[in-house]
């Protein structure tokens, strides 16, 4: 349930507001929390009375006939789509931001050592290595600051929104002018950079160099040696949350509810809080495979106990590093970035630490998000996991060109999140369960209007959430 979507949170909660996205969170937590009961429910009904269903698209089918099978599979493999997405354009950016640029750090220090774990970061060509931004103190990369004063403290984070220095920035409390770089950065532009600059792009040819890692590895036809790393998933959840609580140590909280100026107020609601109700869609889903990961339960009877106690621990996590990372963040929150580690300057130790171990977490990860894609579609489509080579080759190559043409031209992980949130959701979370649960109810004779009005209600949310999307092409 819990993933890529833990990166976007505080961006989430900047466009719906700090009160508000406590509300939002609190509402999705309970709609998707009572949804995924429905499915439990549906599977656990439907097997007492003596049909054999295994999947939710089984309960759909039995209800809804073959259409109904359809739209459940398909819309499972669209969530699957925008996480595999979603995972392609992280990896392109952790990769890109953690590569080894041994060619300029032989030039600039003339140390075999410092080359190998010189590393190269967005918006620095060569001087936002890792370790010559340690030793140069480049502090500014084209013009970009990395780092503020605010009142008589520094921070050093980043804001990408703000105009190229000399320009003062604007809507920054008490912020000065960065100081000049103590080392000038060598300045590639006007096409005169070296051919690895060229060929080393986050956009342009990066998304291309993750096929050479992971075609392989997703062409493995069991993932039963990668769910061995399933365990990376809870401590890359806890590292994260460390990394939250060490910067909220180091910054201290920075919430100014008297300010009055556009840049810095601190909004408590705002037009776009739809934007988070779509991210949570997808951040709480887990309706596609809620009867898998219980069907093996020891005491069955507790399935929706343990249910409530896994929404609970998710969403606090998501307050955690949502609302904790909005509040200190130095800076007009304005600044906060789609992905938060993208408000972090590479020089930073545990930013540099955190986006290595998220990217080897990632790349255990994403075989086992395609195996599920690929049994899904394949056993729907010819009633085997692994027809052929053929079959699984196209399928591959379908879904890593989608991600790549994404990663180039839109590497915008909110709002894929958002989009693929809210569509899979409109009939994952906000349909499919409700209308089921009617229709059972009409099959027993208990549908009542007490019974019929809220889960309507339900459906037309998922409307409205749906739609909303929309209005917010510009984020």
């Known amino acids: 349930m819990m993933g890529t979507s833990l990166l976007s949170m505080p961006w989430a909660v900047k466009e719906a507001g700090f009160a508000t996205s406590l509300v939002v969170l609190l509402i999705m937590t309970g709609i998707t929390f009572y949804t995924a009961y429905l499915v439990l429910r549906s599977y656990s009904n439907l097997g007492r009375s003596g049909v054999r269903v295994s999947e939710f698209s089984d309960v759909c089918k039995f209800y809804l006939g073959r259409y109904g099978e359809l739209v459940s599979v398909l819309f499972s493999a669209v969530a699957l789509l925008g996480a595999i997405i979603v995972y392609w354009v992280l990896l392109s950016n952790f990769l890109y931001q953690v590569v080894i640029a041994p060619v300029w750090a032989r030039e600039q220090t003339g140390s075999s050592l410092l080359a190998f774990f010189c590393l190269k970061c967005p918006k620095n060509p060569w001087g936002g290595c890792f370790i010559h931004s340690q030793l140069y103190n480049v502090t500014e990369i084209d013009g970009t600051p990395n780092e503020f004063r605010v009142g008589n403290r520094t921070f050093h984070v980043l804001c990408p929104n703000y105009p190229p220095l000399p320009v003062q920035p604007t809507g920054l409390p008490n912020v ?5 770089a103590t080392v000038a950065p060598p300045d590639f532009r006007n096409g005169t950079e070296p051919l690895f600059q060229r060929l080393w ?3 342009e040819t990066v998304p291309f160099y993750l096929v050479l890692l ?23 959840v806890v590292f994260v ?16 509810f008297s300010a009055t100026d556009a840049a810095n107020v601190i909004r408590q609601l705002r037009p776009s809080f739809a934007l988070m109700t779509g991210v949570l869609s997808l951040a709480l889903f887990c309706h596609n495979a809620v009867i898998t990961l219980t069907r093996n339960q020891l005491r069955p009877e507790n399935n929706t106990r343990d249910l409530l ?11 955690i590093v949502g ?15 789609q992905n938060l580690l993208d408000n972090i300057p590479s020089a930073d130790v545990l930013a540099f630490t955190a986006r290595i171990f998220l ?13 599920i894609l690929r049994a899904q579609l394949m056993h729907y489509l010819f009633h085997s996991v692994y027809p052929s080579w053929v079959h699984v080759s196209v399928l591959h190559v379908s879904v890593m060109g989608v991600a790549i043409v994404v990663a180039v031209f839109y590497p915008n992980i909110g709002n894929i999140l958002r989009f693929s949130g809210a569509l899979c959701g409109l009939a994952y979370i906000f349909t499919l369960p409700p209308l089921i649960t009617l229709l059972e109810a009409r099959m027993n004779g208990t549908l009542t ?10 459906i037309l949310i998922g409307l409205a959430n749906f739609a909303s999307q929309f209005f917010f092409l510009n984020k």
């Not at 036809?221 to 399933?230: A, D, R, T, V, W």
């Not at 949350?241 to 910054?251: H, P, S, Y």
């Open 449 to 458: 209007v007490g019974r019929l009005v809220p889960h309507c209600c339900i």
């Open 214 to 236: 992971l075609f392989p590895l997703v062409c493995i036809k069991s993932p039963g040696f990668f769910s061995k790393f399933n365990a990376l998933g809870t401590v890359a």
């Open 359 to 371: 990217f080897v977490q990632m790349v255990t990860v994403f075989p086992l998000l395609m195996y």
């Open 176 to 180: 000065t002018t960065p100081p000049p």
């Open 309 to 319: 106690i896994a929404y609970v621990c998710v969403s606090i996590t998501y307050i």
């Open 241 to 256: 949350l460390v990394f939250v609580a060490v910067k909220a140590a180091q910054w201290g909280f920075h919430l100014d």
């Open 323 to 337: 609302l904790v990372f909005y509040a200190v963040y130095p800076l007009a929150k304005d600044c906060i970035e």
């Open 201 to 203: 792009s986050k956009t």
